[in-house]
C-alpha cells in the first residue's frame, strides 16, 4: 500500500529553519519525481517544490525560491525539504507525494509548520 510519513514540522520564529523529511513505501520511489506541497487554512493544497528521480533537476514555487531545498535519499527512499529564512506566510500543513500525485487517495497526515514570533 502506499504510505507517505511526513516529519519534522514545528513552531519557529520568523527567520528561522527547519527541515521536514517524508519516507515513502509501497511504490518504486526511485522512478518517480517528488513533491512537497503545502495547504494553509482555507486554501488549497500547492506544490512547493519538486526534485526529479536521482534528484540532478528541481523546481520552487516563487515564494519559496532560495529560501527552500528539495532533496531526496532513493535508498532510504525519503524526500526533505529544508527550509530557510521561514516567514509567517510559510504556515501551513506540509506533504509530500509523487509529482504530478499519481495517488491521489494516499495522502500522508503531513506535519504543521507554524512560523510565529
Known amino acids: 500500500q502506499v504510505q507517505f510519513v511526513e516529519s519534522g514540522g514545528g513552531l519557529v520564529q520568523p527567520g528561522g529553519s527547519l527541515r521536514l523529511s517524508c519516507a515513502a513505501s509501497?511504490?518504486?520511489?526511485?522512478?518517480?519525481?517528488m513533491g512537497w506541497f503545502r495547504q494553509a487554512p482555507g486554501k488549497e493544497r500547492e506544490l512547493v517544490a519538486s526534485i526529479s528521480w536521482r534528484g540532478g533537476s528541481t523546481n520552487y514555487a516563487d515564494s519559496v525560491q532560495g529560501r527552500f531545498t528539495i532533496s531526496r535519499d532513493n535508498a532510504r527512499k525519503t524526500v526533505y525539504l529544508q527550509m530557510n529564512s521561514l516567514k509567517p506566510e510559510d504556515t501551513a500543513v506540509y506533504f509530500c507525494?509523487?509529482?504530478?500525485?499519481?495517488?491521489?487517495?494516499?495522502w500522508g497526515q503531513g506535519t504543521q509548520v507554524t512560523v510565529s514570533s
Open positions: 509501497g511504490f518504486t520511489f526511485s522512478v518517480y519525481y
Open positions: 507525494n509523487t509529482q504530478p500525485v499519481q495517488w491521489p487517495d494516499y
